[in-house]
C-alpha cells in the first residue's frame, strides 16, 4: 500500500526549530513530489540551545537557519514566540495556533507525540489536539476564517523512538538525503556535540530512520500514530 498526498496541505507543528528535520522531514519531501502544499510552524524561539561558546542573539540565527532548511522543502514557515522550556498548552497559545492553521489551511497536521520525552514537545502535543479541534470552530475567532473541517492529526515518533507505538510508516528511503541536507542547516546545533557522541542529533536521526526501516522491510522510514478521535482521523 502507498499513500499519496496528493492536494493534501500538511502543516508540521514542532516545539523547536531542528525537530522536523529529526521526525518528519523525509515525509514531507515526498509528500512534496505528490504534490502536496507544506508548511512548518515551530513554537519555541530556540533561544535556550546554546551551544559551549554562546552565541548572540541565538533566536535570530536559529530562525535563519530554520528558513533555510524550509527552502530545502519550499515549506511556509510560521513562527511563534515562546521561549524555550515556557510552551504552555493555554488560551494565548492555542489561539496563536489555531491562527497558523486557518491562514495555512492545513488538512493534515503532523505533532509531536503526548508522550515525547522533552516537556514542550509535550505541550506542543497538547496544543496541537486542541487547535486541530478549533480551528474549524467558528465560536473560536482569530483573524483568518474558521477551516471547513478539523485537519487529520498524525502524532509523530518520539526521539530514539522511546515508548513509541507506530501506527503507520512513511517510505522515505529516496528522501533521507533531503534530512540530512535539512539538519545540516542547523549549525548552531550541530555544534552542541562533539564528533563521536551517540547522542549528536545526526547520529540519533539517522540511527533512527534506518531502524524505522528496517522494521517496515525499506532502507528508511519514519513512524506516526494517527490520532484516532473524533473528525481527526481519516481514510486513506
Sequence with gaps: MKLNFAHQRILAVIAHPDDTELLCAGTLARAREDGAALGICVLCQGDKGQPEKP????????????????????????????????????????????ESMRQFQATLVLAHAPEDYHPDHQAAAKLAEAATWF???RGH???????????AL?????????????????????????????????RSQLSRWKEGDP??????????????????????????????????????
Design 55 to 98: 552565541i548572540r542573539n541565538l533566536t535570530a540565527v536559529r530562525r535563519a537557519e530554520l528558513r533555510a532548511a524550509a527552502k530545502l522543502l519550499g515549506a511556509a514557515v510560521f513562527t511563534h514566540d515562546c521561549h524555550d522550556g515556557e510552551l504552555v498548552e493555554d488560551a494565548v497559545s492555542r489561539a496563536t495556533l489555531i
Design 135 to 137: 480551528s474549524a470552530s
Design 141 to 151: 475567532r482569530t483573524k483568518s476564517p474558521a477551516l471547513p473541517t478539523q485537519p
Design 154 to 186: 498524525w502524532w509523530m515518533d518520539t526521539l530514539n523512538m522511546s515508548g513509541f507505538a507506530p501506527g503507520i510508516y512513511i517510505d522515505i528511503s529516496r528522501h533521507a538525503e533531503v534530512k540530512e541536507q535539512m539538519l545540516a542547516c542547523h
Design 199 to 236: 547522542t549528536a542529533l545526526p547520529v540519533v536521526m539517522r540511527r533512527q530512520y534506518q531502524a524505522r526501516g528496517a522494521q517496515a522491510g525499506v532502507a528508511a522510514a519514519e513512524a506516526f500514530r494517527p490520532y484516532d478521535a473524533f473528525k481527526r482521523a481519516r481514510a486513506w
